[in-house]
C-alpha cells in the first residue's frame, strides 16, 4: 500500500516537472539525461574549439595581420573589408576578412568570431549573405553555424565537388561528429595548399595538342542527356596522365582522341598538369564518378544502357548490383571485353545494336576501347559511346576503390599501386614522374598563346 502511495507521488512530481502524464517518466527521466549529456558534450565541443581557435589566432591570425600591416606600410591598399554573411540559423552577420584572393589568407580573420562564438570552427560553408537560394534545402543546412572548416571547401579543393555545395553540406550535417570534425581540420591544411587560387576558367584545354573540356560533373552529364534527347551520336573519352604518356608514342591513338567529340580530364595528374600549365581544371570528371550520375539519370528517364567490357562475369555483376540499387534502371546487355577484335567484333556490334541502347559503356582499357570505338563508332546503334576503362572492376566489387579521403588528395592512384603493384608500377612510378616533365616541358617550350602546338 504504502509502495503504491509512493509510486503514485513520485509520478505527481515527475509530471510537475516534465509537463507531461505521469505515466510518461521514463521518457522524463531519457529527456534529462540526454539533455545533461548533450550540454556535457556541448561545453567540452566548445571548450576544443576555443583551444583550437586560439592557437590558430596566434599562429596563423596574428601573424597575417602583421604580414598586412607590413605591406600596408610599403605599398598601402586596405587590409580588411567588410562583408555580411549568413550566420547561426541563416541571419545576417557582419564579419571582417582579410583583403586577399587567396582563401586562407582571407578567412584567416574568421577565428576572432570563433572566440566570439558567432561562427564554428568546423560547420557549412561561410557564405555571402544573399547568395544562398531560398529553398528548403538551404534552410536544413542553415540551422547552424558557418564553420571555417568545411567539406565543401576539401571536395572543392581536390575538384571532388561532383554532389554540388548543397549535396555536400547535406552530406556534412547528416553525419556530423566530433572525430568527422576534427579529421575535416586536418584534411582542410593539405586541401588549402592544392586548391587553385586562378578564378578564371577556361572551357577547353590543351596539352601535347590534345584538347579536352573543363567543365562540372554536373555539365558533363547534361552533355550526355541532351546527346540523348537531341539524337546527337557522341563519343565520350576520358584521358589521365597514362593516356597522355601513351599518345606519345601512339600516334593513332592519338588521332582517335583529336577526333573524340567530347574528350575529359580523369584524375588528379590531369588537375595538376592543368595547374602547372595556369589553367586550373574546374572538377575532376572522372568516368569512375560519373556513372553514378549517369545511372541515377537513367533510372530516372528510362534511358537503357549496355556495359561491355571487363572479364567474363563482371559486367553481369555490375548489372545485378546497378539492377539493385537504381531501381527501374534499364540495362539491355553485359558482355565481357575478352574477344577476337578482328573476328568477333562484328557479332558483338550485332548484340549491342539489338538493345539499341542509348548509353554504350566499353570497358576494353585504353587506348583499346577509344580506338574499338572509333573504328566501330558508325556500326554501332548507340546514341552515346564512352570509353570507361576499369571502371566494371570498381562496380563489380572485384577491386575495392580508394577511400574518399585518398580521392580528396589526389591519391587513388597510391591505392590503386598498391591493390595491383606488378601491373600498376610503370604506369605510376615511370609514368607520372614523366607526365610531370612532359608538361612542364609543353608549358616553357610549345604551348602558342592559344595552348596549341
Ligand atoms: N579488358 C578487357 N579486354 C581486354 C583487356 C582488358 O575487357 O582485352 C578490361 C580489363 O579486364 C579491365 C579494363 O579492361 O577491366 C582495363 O582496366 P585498366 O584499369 O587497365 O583501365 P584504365 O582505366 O587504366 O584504362
Known amino acids: 500500500m504504502i509502495q503504491e502511495q509512493r509510486k503514485n507521488e513520485f509520478k505527481r512530481i515527475e509530471s510537475r516537472f516534465s509537463g507531461v502524464g505521469a505515466s510518461d517518466g521514463r521518457a522524463f527521466r531519457k529527456k534529462t539525461t540526454s539533455a545533461l549529456f548533450s550540454f556535457i558534450f556541448n561545453a567540452i565541443y566548445r571548450f576544443l574549439e576555443l583551444s583550437a581557435s586560439l592557437v590558430f589566432i596566434a599562429f596563423f591570425t596574428l601573424p597575417v595581420a602583421l604580414c598586412k600591416l607590413v605591406s600596408r606600410i610599403f605599398s598601402g591598399g586596405q587590409v580588411l573589408e567588410r562583408a555580411e ?5 541563416g541571419a545576417p552577420l557582419k564579419v571582417f576578412f582579410f583583403r586577399s584572393e587567396r582563401y586562407y589568407i582571407r578567412n584567416a580573420s574568421l ?14 560553408g561561410v557564405e555571402k549573405f544573399g547568395s544562398r537560394p531560398d529553398a528548403p534545402e538551404n534552410a536544413y ?23 554540388g555545395k548543397i549535396g555536400t553540406e547535406w552530406e556534412y550535417m547528416f553525419r556530423r561528429n566530433i572525430m568527422r570534425d576534427l579529421s575535416l581540420i586536418l584534411r582542410s591544411l593539405p586541401s588549402a595548399l592544392m586548391r587553385s587560387g586562378d578564378s578564371t576558367f577556361h572551357p577547353e584545354i590543351s596539352l601535347f595538342g590534345i584538347k579536352f573540356r573543363n567543365l562540372k560533373m554536373a555539365e558533363a552529364v547534361e552533355l550526355v542527356e541532351n546527346s540523348i534527347i537531341n539524337k546527337e551520336r557522341k563519343k565520350i573519352f576520358f584521358i589521365n596522365p597514362d593516356c597522355l604518356n601513351k599518345t606519345f608514342s601512339d600516334d593513332a591513338y592519338s588521332s582517335v582522341l583529336k577526333q573524340g567529340d567530347v574528350v575529359l580530364p580523369d584524375g588528379s595528374g590531369l588537375s595538376l598538369a592543368c595547374k602547372i600549365i595556369g589553367k586550373p581544371l ?7 564518378d560519373m556513372f ?26 555490375v548489372k545485378k548490383n546497378l539492377e539493385l540499387k537504381y531501381s527501374g534502371i534499364v540495362i539491355g546487355g553485359a558482355r565481357d571485353g575478352y574477344f577476337d577484335r578482328e573476328k568477333d567484333s562484328k557479332s558483338v556490334i550485332e548484340e549491342v545494336n539489338r538493345q539499341a541502347p542509348d548509353i554504350l559503356f566499353v570497358a576494353f582499357g585504353a587506348p583499346v576501347q577509344e580506338k574499338w570505338i572509333s573504328e566501330h563508332f558508325d556500326q554501332l546503334n548507340a546514341k552515346v559511346c564512352i570509353g570507361v576503362g576499369g571502371l566494371f572492376d570498381f562496380y563489380s566489387g572485384r577491386i575495392p576503390r580508394a577511400p574518399k579521403w585518398m580521392r580528396e588528395f589526389g591519391l587513388e592512384w597510391i591505392f590503386r599501386l598498391m591493390q595491383e603493384p606488378v601491373r600498376m608500377w610503370k604506369r605510376y612510378i615511370i609514368g607520372n614522374p614523366v607526365f610531370v616533365f612532359r608538361v612542364m616541358k609543353w608549358k616553357a617550350f610549345m604551348e602558342d598563346s592559344n595552348g596549341n602546338k
Not at 85 to 89: K, L, P, V
Not at 282 to 288: A, P, Q, S
Not at 305 to 312: D, N, Q, S, T, V
Request: proline fraction near 4%.
Open 282 to 288: 574546374l572538377e575532376n570528371v572522372n568516368g569512375t
Open 111 to 124: 577565428f576572432i568570431y570563433v572566440l566570439l562564438g558567432d561562427i564554428g570552427l568546423v560547420g557549412i
Open 85 to 89: 554573411i549568413y550566420g547561426a540559423g
Open 141 to 163: 543546412i542553415m540551422r547552424d553555424k558557418p564553420g571555417i572548416f568545411n567539406l565543401w571547401f576539401i571536395r572543392e579543393s581536390g575538384k571532388i565537388g561532383h554532389e
Open 292 to 317: 553514378p550520375f549517369l545511372c541515377r539519370l537513367s533510372a530516372a528517364k528510362k534511358y537503357s544502357l549496355y556495359l561491355l567490357g571487363a572479364k567474363p562475369g563482371v559486367a553481369e555483376a
